[in-house]
């Protein structure tokens, strides 16, 4: 409703595994919600390919990062990643850019700090070819 997901990146994006965004282009934005909370919800649903989950660190870390599953990641379902959505049509998810592969430091991907501190200015300067979200709406 605050238009909170537009201009979004998908920061990590790992071959038979998942898609990832969800820090705010807005390094203002990003930081007004990088400390709230959502509570964890029970795992009822499996994380399927086209199924969307929460990132997280652990119990109770939950916060605007998500994942789009790209295969069956039944795996994650005992580690308490809770999917909440579901894509439609993969078309477009299939089509993100993988190049980067994992975040820094362990991969060539973007470092998530520098996200946070300099937002879209850093992706879009030195990962250039990344894909984002347009807009997103609640129907």
Same mark, same amino acid.
């Given at each position: ?38 509570? *964890?919800?029970?795992? +009822?649903?499996?994380?399927?390919? !086209?199924?969307?989950?929460? =990132?997280?660190? %652990?119990? &109770? ?27 439609? *049509?993969?078309?477009? +998810?299939?089509?993100?850019?993988? !190049?980067?592969?994992?975040? =820094?430091?362990? %991969?060539? &991907? ?30």
């Amino acid at each position: 409703r605050e238009g909170f997901f537009t201009d979004i990146a998908f920061f990590r994006v790992i071959d038979g595994f998942v898609a990832q965004g969800g820090i705010h282009g807005d390094p203002a934005v990003a930081a007004q919600r990088r400390d709230r909370r959502i509570p *964890d919800d029970p795992v +009822v649903q499996s994380n399927r390919r !086209g199924f969307v989950s929460y =990132a997280m660190a %652990g119990p &109770g870390t939950r916060t605007t990062q998500f994942f789009i599953n790209l295969v069956d990641n039944n795996r994650l379902d005992s580690m308490g990643f809770s999917p909440f959505g579901q894509v439609r *049509d993969m078309t477009s +998810v299939d089509a993100l850019h993988a !190049g980067y592969g994992e975040g =820094a430091p362990s %991969g060539r &991907g973007p470092n998530q700090a520098q996200i946070q501190s300099q937002g879209n200015a850093y992706l879009r300067r030195d990962f250039p070819e990344l894909s984002y979200i347009r807009s997103a709406a609640i129907l």
